[in-house]
């Protein structure tokens, strides 16, 4: 069984010719066909319990232990537990005759069903589907080191007797990281435009090594999320920035291929919609052509570059804020709600993705992530000026600073509130004296300015009409480093003097005549 202990991944991609991609593909589509019949008995063996006569009364009764000591039982007279689908699938691969799996292998094919299994169990799922020919397993893992086995003097992967050789880059993280001892492996395979890559995933035991001197926990940023960008403030930097600037905006092209595949499936399956152009309700049989594959390819190969891109900008970011500060304070939203209004945007930049990176990277080296109650702290309404909570429309972008003539941008000033934010709320007496230092910080960044409304304008109105577009970003994801707003709005501007492309850094626009 696989250790508790601290674990990282290290992927390595396998040299494969074309007698080792031969021998891959025969061993993940047999352990498909094994996923297939072990799930297949597993969910004849649930139809069995759930008629059984104890199994209905026991869901009548009431939730206790008594009710879940007699569920625990059936489980086990059915075999519906992990050993069980465990045993049931190693028994498969022994009567199939076939070599190209061991009992590891097909162990662990055991445990992924009923972990698919348990959640449709416990309704945290669905049904649990088969997987079909075309979807596949993606990945095949042992228990241990002796199956699929590592072996660190060679440096070599062997497997059911085949060796296959692995790239390994020459950095010193790559040389410090197979030091370690190997908990267990896995193979993965990916399909990369339109050829299927293979790779080596080593378990290794113990923790990373250190790629980032992040900042101790006694540092703290405050963060402000949004669809797309995030707002942070430190006491040493400030700043407003996308969390995935690298990810190119496909709408268009991705759109053109949906309609594309639309037609292509209409016109070879014509028997499947209506006169209308509604499709048909039941079980239907679907034929595709070459050309809605090689379409579909497209499609998926853009959805790919599209994630490895967001992730990789994730990380570069996480990694850029924790060197900031090692107490990371961020608002607690919905991002659900974001996908039902900010759809296309959040798709894009995947702010729940970004949360959840800061969050595994906090985990892994020993800092803090505290999520803070948005409902509660109302820190887009807070004013420690005032002492009071105005709702502003979301439409207005900029804060009036008390009864001044001093507005600051909205997102940021929550960043600023969220990084004083104390266990008992906003400290009105420590955010006016620590307002002083970030004044000039933001003002720095252009974050906060000196506004005069016209004489027939109230706050409000001025507040509403004053736009902002955005923001001069800190953050290049191409050189994969942080640099300053000045540095990097000449460096755009230097690349494009006339300031025609949208996405060019902008500047805040104060125009007493609006």
Not at 162 to 171: L, M, R
Not at 263 to 276: G, H, I, M, V, Y
Not at 314 to 341: C, D, P, V, W
Request: charge should be positive.
């Amino acid at each position: 069984m696989r250790a508790s202990a601290n674990t990282f991944i290290v992927e390595l991609p396998l040299v494969t010719g074309d007698e080792e991609r031969r021998i891959l593909s025969k061993a993940f589509s047999f352990a498909r066909t094994l996923y297939n019949a072990t799930l297949s008995q597993a969910l004849g063996r649930l139809q069995r319990m759930r008629e059984d006569a104890r199994w209905r009364e026991a869901r009548e009764m009431h939730k206790g232990s008594e009710r879940n000591q007699i569920f625990r039982k059936l489980h086990q007279e059915y075999d519906l537990t992990e050993n069980g689908l465990r045993t049931l699938a190693n028994r498969h691969r022994v009567a199939s005759g076939r070599n190209c799996l061991g009992a590891h292998e097909a162990q662990n094919i055991g445990k992924t069903v009923y972990r698919a299994l348990e959640r449709y169990l416990f309704k945290k799922g669905g049904k649990p589907r088969f997987k079909s020919y075309r979807r596949g397993l993606h990945s095949i893992s042992g228990t241990d080191n002796r199956e699929l086995m590592w072996k660190a003097d060679k440096r070599i992967f062997v497997w059911r007797k085949h060796v296959y050789q692995v790239k390994i880059p020459s950095t010193p993280y790559y040389e410090e990281a197979l030091n370690h001892r190997v908990k267990y492996c896995t193979v993965v395979h990916r399909t990369i435009k339109s050829q299927v890559r293979w790779y080596l995933q080593l378990a290794m035991e113990g923790l990373p090594p250190v790629r980032h001197v992040y900042a101790p926990k006694c540092e703290v940023i405050g963060i402000d999320p949004g669809p797309s960008k995030i707002a942070y403030f430190s006491e040493r930097e400030v700043g407003l920035l996308e969390v995935a600037m690298g990810v190119k905006n496909y709408d268009q092209v991705i759109r053109t291929l949906l309609c594309k595949m639309d037609r292509s499936k209409r016109a070879t399956n014509p028997q499947n919609f209506n006169d209308d152009g509604t499709c048909k309700k039941g079980t239907k049989l679907w034929k595709f052509s070459n050309n809605y594959l090689k379409l579909k390819s497209e499609l998926q190969e853009i959805y790919r570059c599209m994630a490895q891109t967001r992730k990789r900008d994730h990380g570069t970011l996480a990694n850029y804020l924790f060197q900031l500060g090692g107490t990371i304070k961020i608002e607690k939203n919905s991002y659900r709600s974001f996908q039902r209004n900010f759809g296309k945007s959040t798709q894009r930049h995947g702010m729940g993705e970004f949360v959840s990176t800061i969050k595994r990277k906090a985990a892994s080296a020993d800092l803090v992530v505290e999520e803070l109650n948005a409902y509660d702290l109302k820190m887009s309404q807070y004013d420690p000026m005032t002492d009071t909570y105005t709702k502003k429309p979301l439409k207005q972008r900029w804060h009036r600073f008390g009864e001044t003539n001093t507005i600051v941008q909205r997102d940021v000033f929550s960043a600023f509130l969220a990084c004083h934010v104390t266990d008992k709320g906003h400290d009105r007496e420590r955010l006016l004296t620590k307002w002083r230092a970030a004044e000039l910080l933001l003002r720095d960044a252009g974050l906060c300015l000196t506004y005069q409304p016209r004489n027939d304008q109230d706050w409000a109105q001025a507040l509403s009409r004053l736009t902002r577009e955005a923001k001069p970003m800190v953050w290049i994801p191409t050189d994969k480093r942080c640099i300053s707003n000045t540095v990097y709005a000449e460096r755009r501007l230097a690349a494009n003097p006339t300031g025609s492309n949208k996405n060019s850094p902008a500047q805040v626009t104060v125009n007493p005549s609006n």
